[in-house]
């Protein structure tokens, strides 16, 4: 039987503002392309934000595990059209490196970071990656109003919140670790005022 582990979170962000998010991760499906993916979604100071990724667990040849991840972000001073979607792939060696990796892939890739200068700062602080590339991005990452906070400020809270409230042993404890030290090592640091959530029961849906 498919479960579908659905939390809702709200998190304080820097500046102060509430947002509502959830954070969907599937234990198990029936599609060997499905089992483990993550949906997060928020409005940010009255700009949307989405963030969903999956996994291959074994690529035609096998060897590694291929995370695939999409970033939209909805500025909402553009009114109703929103940035070109960004979407990234990352071949890991294990399932916490390509869930981490592709989060912080995309992050960087909307702060318009270099992919290949990505790769070196994340196999350096190490996690297990073959290979980055990045199948779609506005050129010049997204543009986002100034803050604070910053765009990678606000998006390393969301995930980083957003993995902390998943039940023990739902599935993030091995990858929150890789995140927050990837996230470090490519200079993103989320906020001092970023806290999971509190007595927030979490759902469990058959």
Do not use: W
């Not at 962000?13 to 993550?38: C, N, Q």
């Amino acid at each position: 039987m498919k479960r579908v582990l659905v939390i809702g979170l709200a998190v304080v962000l820097s500046f102060g503002v509430l947002a509502t998010d959830t954070l969907k991760m599937r234990t198990a499906a029936a599609m060997p392309d499905d089992r483990h993916s993550i949906s997060i979604t928020t409005r940010i100071a009255g700009n949307t934000v989405a963030l969903s990724q999956h996994l291959v667990e074994d690529r035609p040849g096998g060897g590694c595990i291929v995370s695939q991840t999409r970033l939209d972000v909805c500025v909402q001073a553009s009114g109703p059209d929103c940035s070109r979607p960004i979407n990234v792939r990352v071949d890991a060696y294990d399932m916490p490196s390509a869930h981490a990796a592709g989060l912080l892939l995309a992050i960087g890739v909307a702060n318009a970071l270099d992919p290949n200068a990505i790769l070196i700062g994340l196999r350096q602080a190490g996690l297990a990656i073959e290979s980055v590339s990045v199948v779609e991005a506005p050129q010049g990452g997204v543009s986002y109003p100034p803050g604070p906070p910053t765009l990678a400020t606000a998006l390393v809270d969301l995930v980083d919140a957003s993995l902390a409230a998943d039940r023990p042993g739902g599935g993030c404890d091995e990858v929150k670790p890789l995140f927050d030290v990837g996230a470090a090592a490519l200079g993103f640091q989320p906020s001092c005022l970023s806290q999971p959530p509190q007595n927030v029961p979490p759902q469990v849906q058959p």
